[in-house]
């Protein structure tokens, strides 16, 4: 047999093979492609982002943390990634400034805010609108919402304003929420900026009261970001405002760093490519919702999750890790259909996406990892950190530094488990900052953190930290 036949021999028995490995009716594993299982195929592990469609704002993909299961335990990473083109008009800006002017806010911070924002309005343009609000005891618009055509006149108006009185912050905020509704549209970043250095002690002060408000206001499509400025404001408050309106929050140690702060969240809404985000997520009979990691804004109507992220950016990667179980059932299995919903501003128009995700059921498959795949294990590892941040912040609210050290400390070794298979940098850093706020919460002592600066600095900054590793 000469070597031209054999080599065709050798062909025809590896098509044969492949015909019968991967035959219809088949028990051949499928292939995870984005999160979506195709029977008949072999299975590989996606753990890689793919970039959006060059044809849309924005691109989803879904990771599983293992497309078999031996226990119907699943992880799903459901992620959204923004364009990453240079976007050449963005869409125009709606703003208000609302800024706490009561008697702390006196001398070296007022005047930061006040040359934060000048800076602001001169990186505006003549199609963008904004409003700047000041509260104290009582509530005054400097500026109305208007097109940002004098700048000189604008800024006249900024160096007005003076230190005084007691800190009505939901006035402020209401009224600033009064001025984005006039020039209120989809085609536009709506988006109010609040400030404040103290206690809402006049007026609404109920924090939850203040928190539902502006989260019936994200609804209406108008966001809002916080910037907590020193060690005396309610930084409680002012995260839930920022997670449950979808926006940012800022924690300001030092007056200098507002203009950074200002100059960053403008350039974040400046590059803002969807917005009115909503990802339905519905579970097949015998699917269950065990867990949603990172703090996300979620509600739920029986076997329909709907989550609803942030604004995102241009580049600007978000991830919603669910932990499933299906309960019955063997083989292939439908695990969730996803539904994503969202506006472009820069395109003025909707766009709508879905995707089916299965994953296969094998009681004989012992020894499955649900969280074989980098990516999946990425966002446990990180999003148990953040939650660890919040819960440790809690503890030292109720005055349990043991309690909120050990919090730390058990978050940080499990996170040391996962970084050994990792070896990622941006999970070392979080680990590093970790680590730091252990270190600070022990030299507290058992002294509370609100009795001394140092202590509600501590307790501030790592509330920033949990944060902006959440779930956006």
Known sequence: MNKSTIAVFGLLLAVVLLLILFRPGSDAPGRIEHGNLRPNQPLIITEEWTPPPVDKPLGLQTFLGNPVTNDGRAFLLVGLQGCNQNIEKRAPLNLSIVIDKSGSMMGRKLDQVKQAAKMLINNL????ILSIVTYDTQIKVILPASYVNDRNDIIQRINQIHASGNTNLFGGVTEGYNQLRTFKSDSRINKLLLLSDGLANVGVINPSAISKYTTQMNYQGM???TVGVGTDYNENLMVSIAEK????YYYINEPIQLAEVFLKELNMISQTVAKNLRIEITLPDGVDLIKIYGN?????????VYILPSDISRGIKSAYLIELKAENGKGMQDLANIKLKYNSPALNRSFNEAKKVRIKIDPNAGGQDPLANRIVLKYHTKYKLSEANYVAAEELDKGDNTAARIKLEQAYKEAKKAQEKLKDAEIAEQMTTSQKAKTQVEQMGTAPAASSETGRHIKKAM???AFNERAR
């Open 245 to 248: 309106a979808g926006g940012n």
């Open 296 to 304: 996300p804004r979620f509600t739920r109507t029986g076997n329909v």
């Open 463 to 465: 509330q920033q930290d």
């Open 125 to 128: 343009n003549e199609q963008d």
């Open 223 to 225: 966001g809002i970001s």
